[in-house]
């Protein structure tokens, strides 16, 4: 146990802070389309986002696009921004 220990760090693809891994969510480009990697486990091509509204709403927008090279349709937009409220809730934890 060593409080220098590294943590990895990963870059929120919205405002470009990187943090460590923890503090942001994975969303994953599948066959199917771009999913929310909850385990963070998920194998593919994988982009960071803050939960928070701003960033993740710029995200789903915007720069997941570029980031995950993918072009996200119109309904995996709308269930990307829709997620927002699961994770809302987990923060008044
Ligand atoms: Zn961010």
Known sequence: MT???HKPQRMCVACRKSQDKKSLTRLVRTPEGVVVDQT???TGRG???HENPECWERGVEKNLEKALNTTLSETNRAELIAFQETFINENED
């Open 3 to 5: 409080r220098y220990k």
């Open 40 to 42: 963070g486990k998920m």
């Open 47 to 49: 982009a960071y986002l």
